[in-house]
T-cell receptor
Framework: EPEVTQTPSHQVTQMGQEVILRCVPISNHLYFYWYRQILGQKVEFLVSFYNNEISEKSEIFDDQFSVERPDGSNFTLKIRSTKLEDSAMYFC???????????FGQGTRLTVV | GESVGLHLPTLSVQEGDNSIINCAYSNSASDYFIWYKQESGKGPQFIIDIRSNMDKRQGQRVTVLLNKTVKHLSLQIAATQPGDSAVYFCAENSRSSNTGKLIFGQGTTLQVKP
């Protein structure tokens, strides 16, 4: 069964450092997303990406965040200068169409120290 | 604004009993709803979805009910098993956004007692 894969599963970084979280969405999907989940809280939308550009972003997705689809398979989330409050689980998701179910990866646990 | 909420943070049931997890939403324009299951340390896993032109949809051991009049959604799990223990989220696919983003509720933790 096709699945969304994310690497690394856990990333520890020092405050102020840049991190790149990587995702490989399901191959025939066209819509890509990043979500964040702070420990014990709900899943929050960060950004959506379609047709090689950001289609929507939340208030959380400020200038420190960026996304890229550098080739036909990878989808990355970069945080330029991490803050302590960026510590969370980051989930990548993809959809075949906008109004169908999203498939989520297993997540990357980001710990900023 | 948009919000999706769940009624109870924790639900404890006996193995074999039926479970009902509730969710309320505020956006009357919402037209697509999804239930996700999240096990510890894992990503949300799709369980079942329902569109606003339906009021009930059944899957394997799960049923989702949608009451648009009171903006309420429920997930029923029949014959609950220990493997059903997880956090359950309802999510709305916002019709106000054509990007397909999901708005999640707070989550209900289902604990199944043997």
């Amino acid at each position: 069964e096709p699945e969304v894969t994310q690497t690394p599963s856990h990333q520890v970084t020092q405050m102020g450092q840049e991190v790149i979280l990587r995702c490989v969405p399901i191959s025939n999907h066209l819509y890509f997303y990043w979500y964040r989940q702070i420990l014990g809280q709900k899943v929050e939308f960060l950004v959506s990406f379609y047709n090689n550009e950001i289609s929507e972003k939340s208030e959380i997705f400020d200038d420190q965040f960026s996304v890229e689809r550098p080739d036909g398979s990878n989808f990355t989330l970069k945080i330029r200068s991490t803050k302590l409050e960026d510590s969370a689980m980051y989930f990548c998701a993809s959809k075949e169409m906008a109004n169908t179910e999203a498939f989520f990866g297993q997540g990357t646990r980001l710990t900023v120290v | 604004g948009e919000s999706v909420g769940l009624h109870l943070p924790t639900l404890s049931v006996q193995e074999g009993d039926n479970s009902i997890i509730n969710c309320a939403y505020s956006n009357s324009a919402s037209d697509y709803f999804i239930w996700y299951k999240q096990e510890s340390g894992k990503g949300p896993q799709f369980i079942i979805d329902i569109r606003s032109n339906m009021d009930k949809r059944q899957g394997q051991r799960v049923t989702v009910l949608l009451n648009k009049t009171v903006k309420h959604l429920s997930l029923q799990i029949a014959a609950t098993q220990p493997g059903d223990s997880a956090v359950y989220f309802c999510a709305e696919n916002s019709r106000s956004s054509n990007t397909g983003k999901l708005i999640f509720g707070q989550g209900t933790t289902l604990q199944v007692k043997p």
